[in-house]
């Protein structure tokens, strides 16, 4: 009898979860269908104010990870269209140089850059964070915008930590560029491009995700979410060094990772997808605030400050 009584009561517990995982992906979807769209871009920019969007940076220096497609492109352009020094961080050498022709051509601006190297790897992060110093430039923006979704678990010979793990790659990123953003605090700006799929996942302890039964979309989610995080906390460590930190994510964009990813997800909203530019408005809008206008440790979506958490009751 008491085995029987553990049994359905562990069957329970498993049921109510199952429950509880469903209700919250269908407000999830629902909510997401009405505000992370492109009819949910149109509807909050109603209340955006142009003039935001017109300051010049000549001779900023700004670092985007990720730059080759996609957001990490879009925010590349969006900036070298206003002036700025960009950097562009890609992975892929042949589709980097393309991205990079694209820009300086279609943007007129000279001094847009290229660094080809993979930021999956901490090591060659140091290596670039090494060659970078030594040109003695300030940082005026880092965006972190490099992100990865795969179906299958793969690992790196760094001590085996999976590829898909982006908090650490983040992390690194940003704390060998601290002394080059200090140059220009209180001005400096550290913007990190989450995803709305973090509102899926809880913070977990397990960031590799040691389970058996991998699943890339909750890995991503889970990665997104410590991501939010960590700016969160890096707002509090460094608040006296006069840094900013800020976590956004873009709403649902049509960009080639997503079809590639979640095809299923991309052919069912055909159409209703945002564009990569107003997904990546969020992102340049940050990167041109003056940072009095914006909260540390804050997250922000359609340049607004966002909840980090969706409760599900409140949709419906």
């Given at each position: 009898m008491g085995t029987l009584q553990i049994r359905l009561h562990i069957s329970l517990a498993s049921l109510a979860m199952f429950l509880l995982k469903a209700?919250?992906?269908?407000?999830?979807?629902?909510?997401?269908?009405?505000?992370f769209t492109k009819p949910g871009f149109a509807e909050h920019a109603?209340?955006?104010?142009?003039?935001?969007?017109?300051?010049?940076?000549?001779?900023?220096?700004?670092?985007?990870?990720?730059?080759?497609s996609g957001l990490?492109?879009?925010?590349?352009?969006?900036?070298?269209?206003?002036?700025?020094?960009?950097?562009m961080i890609c992975r892929n050498k042949e589709r980097g140089e393309a991205a990079l022709s694209s820009i300086k051509s279609t943007m007129g601006n000279p001094n847009v850059n290229l660094e080809v190297w993979d930021l999956s790897s901490v090591n060659e992060?140091?290596?670039?964070?090494?060659?970078?110093?030594s040109k003695d430039l300030p940082l005026?923006?880092?965006?972190?915008?490099?992100?990865?979704?795969?179906h299958k678990r793969i690992t790196m010979p760094e001590g085996c930590i999976s590829k898909l793990f982006l908090c650490q790659r983040t992390f690194a990123m940003t704390e060998?560029?601290?002394?080059?953003?200090?140059?220009?605090a209180p001005d400096a700006q550290v913007?990190?491009?989450?995803?709305?799929?973090?509102?899926?996942?809880?913070?977990?302890?397990?960031?590799?995700?040691?389970?058996?039964?991998f699943e890339g979309v909750e890995q991503y989610a889970r990665n997104k979410r410590v991501q939010v995080a960590l700016t969160e906390k890096w707002a509090e460590v460094h608040n006296e060094r006069g840094f900013g930190f800020c976590s956004m994510h873009a709403g649902w964009a049509e960009m080639p990772s997503v079809a590639k990813s979640l095809p299923g997800f991309s052919k069912s909203l055909s159409g209703k997808l945002r564009t990569k530019q107003e997904g990546a408005d969020t992102i340049i809008w940050l990167a041109l605030q003056?940072?009095?206008?914006?909260?540390?440790?804050?997250?922000y979506f359609d340049r607004a400050l966002a909840p980090k958490h969706l409760y599900v009751c409140s949709y419906w």
């Amino acid at each position: 009898m008491g085995t029987l009584q553990i049994r359905l009561h562990i069957s329970l517990a498993s049921l109510a979860m199952f429950l509880l995982k469903a209700w919250r992906a269908t407000a999830f979807g629902v909510y997401g269908y009405h505000n992370f769209t492109k009819p949910g871009f149109a509807e909050h920019a109603k209340k955006f104010e142009s003039e935001e969007m017109e300051a010049r940076i000549e001779g900023k220096n700004r670092i985007v990870t990720g730059a080759n497609s996609g957001l990490g492109y879009a925010t590349a352009e969006g900036l070298a269209s206003r002036g700025a020094n960009v950097y562009m961080i890609c992975r892929n050498k042949e589709r980097g140089e393309a991205a990079l022709s694209s820009i300086k051509s279609t943007m007129g601006n000279p001094n847009v850059n290229l660094e080809v190297w993979d930021l999956s790897s901490v090591n060659e992060i140091k290596s670039f964070a090494s060659r970078f110093s030594s040109k003695d430039l300030p940082l005026h923006v880092l965006v972190n915008s490099a992100g990865l979704l795969e179906h299958k678990r793969i690992t790196m010979p760094e001590g085996c930590i999976s590829k898909l793990f982006l908090c650490q790659r983040t992390f690194a990123m940003t704390e060998l560029m601290l002394p080059l953003l200090e140059k220009v605090a209180p001005d400096a700006q550290v913007i990190t491009v989450s995803s709305a799929g973090m509102y899926t996942s809880p913070l977990t302890t397990d960031l590799e995700y040691s389970d058996a039964n991998f699943e890339g979309v909750e890995q991503y989610a889970r990665n997104k979410r410590v991501q939010v995080a960590l700016t969160e906390k890096w707002a509090e460590v460094h608040n006296e060094r006069g840094f900013g930190f800020c976590s956004m994510h873009a709403g649902w964009a049509e960009m080639p990772s997503v079809a590639k990813s979640l095809p299923g997800f991309s052919k069912s909203l055909s159409g209703k997808l945002r564009t990569k530019q107003e997904g990546a408005d969020t992102i340049i809008w940050l990167a041109l605030q003056p940072k009095d206008k914006l909260v540390s440790g804050a997250f922000y979506f359609d340049r607004a400050l966002a909840p980090k958490h969706l409760y599900v009751c409140s949709y419906w």
